[in-house]
């Protein structure tokens, strides 16, 4: 599968206007599927203070809400910006939900997942185990996404600034990871 470079990709605000990721041509960027109703939910708020830290430098966080995994994302677009900007004072920009995994899974994550199929993470096949659990207690099929698919919500792609995957990181990985915050500045420096 060739795939589409990220800045092609028609995507939309989370106001609903069609626009692309071309405004961030230069940039280095994380995009991250995110949901309101997680577990891993709090890591907006790492997101945020990511984002502010190094927006100055040319990064820029990219919020992609998805209702994939345990409808763990319901609400309209509205409501996630509302809830964002109320909960967590998300400055950065939000996109429209999207599905990032499945049969129709959008052309960004189409394209994501095929630069980068694997993720950094160190647990992540515990983490796959815990979720497996977690579905299975909320009566719910275990989660059947083979790698190299999305595991969860908060997984996170480091496009570098000729809009390239640079780094792919698991679920479980934090936002203020110290890995991520060196691939964040090895890539500023690029």
């Known amino acids: 599968m060739s795939t589409t470079p990220i800045y092609d990709i028609p995507v939309n605000k989370i106001t609903g206007e069609t626009t692309s990721l071309a405004d961030y041509r230069g940039k280095v960027l994380l995009l991250v599927n995110v949901a309101?109703?997680?577990g891993l939910t709090?890591?907006?708020?790492?997101?945020e203070k990511v984002y502010s830290r190094f927006k100055n430098?040319?990064?820029v966080v990219c919020g992609f809400p998805?209702?994939?995994f345990g409808a763990q994302e319901p609400g309209s677009n509205e409501d996630i910006q509302t809830f964002c900007r109320s909960t967590f004072a998300v400055d950065f920009p939000l996109f429209s939900k999207i599905p990032v995994t499945g049969p129709d899974t959008h052309p960004l994550y189409e394209s994501l997942i095929a630069a980068q199929p694997k993720a950094i993470g160190p647990t992540r096949d515990s983490f796959?185990?815990?979720l497996n659990g977690f579905l299975q207690s909320k009566h719910n099929?275990?989660?059947t996404n083979p790698e190299p698919?999305?595991?969860w919500n908060f997984e996170k792609f480091l496009i570098d600034r000729n809009g390239n995957v640079a780094a792919r990181f698991s679920p479980e990985v934090l936002?203020?990871?110290p890995t991520i915050i060196a691939a964040i500045e090895s890539a500023l420096k690029s």
């Open 36 to 38: 309101s109703k997680c």
């Open 42 to 47: 709090p890591q907006y708020d790492a997101l």
């Open 57 to 59: 430098s040319g990064f």
């Open 66 to 68: 998805a209702n994939d």
């Open 128 to 130: 796959r185990e815990n």
């Open 141 to 143: 099929a275990a989660s």
């Open 149 to 151: 698919g999305i595991l």
């Open 175 to 177: 936002p203020d990871d």
